[in-house]
């Protein structure tokens, strides 16, 4: 496995809000962080914020703007459990904080 994926580029804004973003594409209105969707189903990745440690990790999890996983979450704002590309990943509430999703 390589360090730097080809297809992954990391964009960060240097206006006075210095958040990385995997995508430069505007989220739907309906986009809602990872802790708030209280719902177990299918969502599709919106956009990634944080610092770019946050994005390369993302990234190299196969959380990537544009996937679709699975949400196992008991109740809204704790410690989120998804499904994506076949494994189960076990997220921190800050870090779910970080990830935009939409419903599919």
């Given at each position: 496995?390589?360090?730097?994926?080809?297809?992954?580029?990391?964009?960060?804004?240097?206006?006075?809000?210095?958040?990385?973003?995997?995508?430069?594409?505007?989220?739907?209105?309906?986009?809602?962080?990872?802790?708030?969707?209280?719902?177990?189903?299918?969502?599709?990745?919106?956009?990634?914020?944080?610092?770019?440690?946050?994005?390369?990790?993302?990234?190299?999890?196969?959380?990537?703007?544009?996937?679709?996983?699975?949400?196992?979450?008991?109740?809204r704002g704790r410690q989120c459990m998804i499904k994506v590309n076949g494994g189960t990943?076990?997220?921190?509430?800050?870090?779910?904080?970080?990830?935009?999703?939409?419903?599919?």
């Open positions: 496995m390589t360090k730097n994926h080809p297809d992954i580029a990391c964009h960060c804004l240097q206006g006075s809000d210095k958040h990385c973003f995997l995508r430069e594409k505007a989220c739907p209105v309906n986009a809602r962080p990872l802790s708030e969707t209280c719902c177990n189903g299918r969502v599709k990745v919106c956009k990634i914020s944080g610092d770019r440690k946050n994005c390369a990790r993302m990234a190299n999890l196969g959380v990537l703007p544009g996937t679709e996983m699975e949400l196992l979450c008991p109740h990943i076990s997220l921190d509430s800050t870090t779910a904080a970080n990830i935009f999703v939409t419903a599919v």
